[in-house]
């Protein structure tokens, strides 16, 4: 299977812990995406990636959030001082750069719930 | 402002009956994509279809029918003889040229149960 793959699939933590989540996209695209759902909510974009280059964050993501993709291939999502409020899916996508490689192709997603 | 709007909440259905999901968006851009996904339980995000900006035709996958209208901008689908394995989240969702690097606007979504 070469989709994309999230790890871990859950993590419980506690307020003020920090946290690390990896995403490997699939092998061919170029872009890379970090989504957070929060429950009854559709995804909010947080951040993308265009090879390393990390080219537009949300407002959503504040200070506390760091995203890297050292080599253009793996990506992390790092959350440090973690509050209740980050408790979300944290979901990441993939895509082409081509037009006709817009699609982005979603991993099943990291929960976090931070108690 | 919301950009794209579900505004079915939840719909249920007897298994086999037809039933239609809308999409209303909003966009000044003149090339967008409009996306729809489907989240079952398990939560991982499928991807149903894309349809760009300068192409109305309407499509149809098995079950599966899109309408898109930009006159009216919406994009709804359509699930006939629906069955048990439909029920999921579905979410519309709206990437424009010139946002972010075509992220994705996803609507609240429309939460889907079929019922034998």
């Known amino acids: 299977d070469t989709g994309v793959s999230q790890d871990p699939r859950h993590k419980i933590t506690k307020r003020g812990q920090n946290v690390t989540f990896r995403c490997d996209p699939i092998?061919?695209?170029?872009?890379l995406y970090w989504y957070r759902q929060t429950l009854g909510q559709g995804p909010e974009f947080l951040t993308y990636?265009?090879?390393?280059?990390?080219?537009?964050k949300s407002r959503l993501l504040s200070d506390r959030f760091s995203a890297e993709r050292p080599k253009g291939s793996f990506s992390t999502l790092e959350i440090q001082r973690t509050e209740q409020g980050d408790s979300a899916m944290y979901l990441c996508?993939?895509?082409?750069?081509?037009?006709?490689?817009?699609?982005?192709?979603f991993g099943p997603g990291t929960r976090l719930t931070v108690l | 402002a919301q950009k794209v709007t579900q505004a079915q909440t939840e719909i249920s259905v007897v298994e086999k009956e037809d039933v239609t999901l809308d999409c209303v968006y909003e966009t000044r851009d003149t090339t967008y994509y409009l996306f729809w996904y489907k989240q079952p339980p398990s939560g991982e995000l499928v991807f149903l279809i894309r349809r760009n900006s300068f192409d109305e035709q309407n499509e149809i996958s098995g079950r599966y029918s899109w309408n898109f209208q930009k006159s009216t901008s919406s994009f709804n689908f359509t699930i006939t003889a629906s069955q048990v394995v439909d029920s999921a989240v579905y979410f519309c969702?709206?990437?424009?040229?010139?946002?972010?690097?075509?992220?994705?606007?996803f609507g609240k979504g429309t939460s889907l149960l079929v019922t034998p």
């Open positions: 969702a709206l990437s424009e040229a010139g946002n972010s690097g075509y992220a994705l606007n």
């Open positions: 092998s061919e695209h170029n872009r």
């Open positions: 996508a993939s895509s082409e750069t081509s037009n006709l490689g817009l699609t982005q192709y």
């Open positions: 990636f265009q090879n390393e280059a990390q080219l537009e």
